[in-house]
């Protein structure tokens, strides 16, 4: 998702690089901001004023030695962009007692349907509530089966009642939550093709006889400003508390994203990223500035493991990993792991460094299925020793798993390459450590770039700034075509460097003390 803005982004700021900044660049450069955030369909007022905005944040920054133009404007960027987007918000208005009601407003198909099981989902397992879904879209005959299908993958109980209007349905649903001791009630309404004034109504009227503590406008961010025209005429209409933006896995240009706050005055909550139940986020609008600069989401990253890998088997992988036995098998447990986080598409993106290029390299999305099929029709023993696989047995494989020859040769070589980039992986717990390990840099790299008082716009050479690029990752085999890991381009600061640092900076406070 938002490729195209990362893109063009990253190539302003690649462009300045080495630059001075003057009042020539800082004109000339924000008016390539202006067309790019255009371009990506944010809408014209939101655009010229975060123009100006970043104009005069660039001609009011001290000219520090040693800080370039791109370095300047990346962080003037994020800081705007997340400004902008922000401020986070993903807070529920609970009730103190009885149920929370969560009513979901947007147009047809902007996926109220799916959020609203992914919010059940969530509630349930973040926050240790007890949901109830509520079918008050009576105007497709399907919308209650489709609700019905969702109640039952996620075992939450769905209420619907026949011969009622959706305003009546929400109301016996309040008793029946309170029956089934459900905590937070959902209500999930109609979607309409456009804005008009029955869809309205019915929603004030659901909304006067269910008092909701949140109503979340659900909005389809690839539609880009029509998304954002639609919030605003809802937000005038319903007392509007927050905004979900959802199919942000697509390909979004990214104008819904950046103007629906600044239009409605309404803070975007989460974020849905797939269709799966679980693809879910809470808004980080700081995180979500990182990746439309291309700078990735680690901490995102990580978020999201923590919630589907399974760190015990991380814990016997890394005892594998130690002992130098990794196998085909284990590499295939691991993939079946990160196939849960989503999809490679998306999780590459998340990596600082690549943001901008992941739409130029050659995934199709079923990289991760590919690999998987191939090991699948290896035997026992071909993973365990992959060295005994000969040509015969490559053919074997290749025709079992219905791919060429060569599919199976190079994920072979890789996984050999691999293997040994893992004797430098081994010190942290396989994927999920080196994911803590990266984020772990990335918060002392936080921590650093906000010196005493912060008032120094991109120091030189800090992480975060592009090029910093913190480590080096695993090349997944079966992913050709692109531009290989990130590599060791310009690290930042090392550990030893940072820690002078601090010390240096200790020394000094302790010094101006005594003075
Ligand atoms: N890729 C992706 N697809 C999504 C996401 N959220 C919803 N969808 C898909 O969008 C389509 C419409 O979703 P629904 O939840 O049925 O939308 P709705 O707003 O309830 O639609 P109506 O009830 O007709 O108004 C479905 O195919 C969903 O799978 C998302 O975050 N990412
Ligand atoms: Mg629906």
Partial sequence: MLGGLTKRLTDIVSGLRGRK????????TSREIRRAL??????????????KRVREAALGVEVIEGVDAGQMFTKIVQDELTDLMGPVDHEIAWKKSGATVILMSGLQGSGKTTTCGKLARYFRERKKKRPMLVAADLQRPAAIEQLKVLGRQLDVPVFHQEGLTPPQVCEAALGAAREQKCDVIILDTAGRLHVDDQLMGELKQIADKTKPDETFFVCDAMTGQDAVRSAEAFSKSLELSGVILTK??????????????????KPVKFVGVGEKLDRLDEFHPDRMASRILGMGDVVGLVDRAQQ???????????????????????????????KKMGSLKDLLAHIPGLGGQVDQMDIQGDELVIVESIIQSMTAKERQRPEIINTSRRRRIAAGAGRPLEAVNDLLKQ?????????????QSGLFGKLKGMRDMKQGMDQMQDPAGGGVPGMP???????????????????????????????GPSKEERRKKRKQE??????SRRR
């Fill in 308 to 338: 589907v890998i399974d760190e015990k088997e991380q814990a016997e992988m890394q005892e594998k990993l130690l002992e130098a036995n990794f196998t085909l098998q284990d590499f295939l447990s691991q993939l079946r792991q990160i």
């Fill in 38 to 51: 255009l371009e990506a369909d944010a809408s014209l007022p939101v655009v010229k004023d975060f123009e």
């Fill in 461 to 491: 050479g800090l992480p975060g700034m592009p090029g910093g690029v913190p480590g080096e990752m695993p090349q997944i085999p079966g992913l050709g075509g692109g531009p290989g890991a990130p590599g060791k381009a310009k690290a």
């Fill in 415 to 427: 996984f050999k390459q691999m293997q040994g980039m893992m004797q430098g992986f081994k010190k």
């Fill in 506 to 511: 200790r020394q000094r406070r302790k010094k």
């Fill in 21 to 28: 900044i003057t009042e020539e660049v800082i004109k000339e």
């Fill in 248 to 265: 942000l896995d697509g390909d979004a240009r990214g104008g819904a994203a950046l103007s629906v706050k600044a239009i409605t005055g």
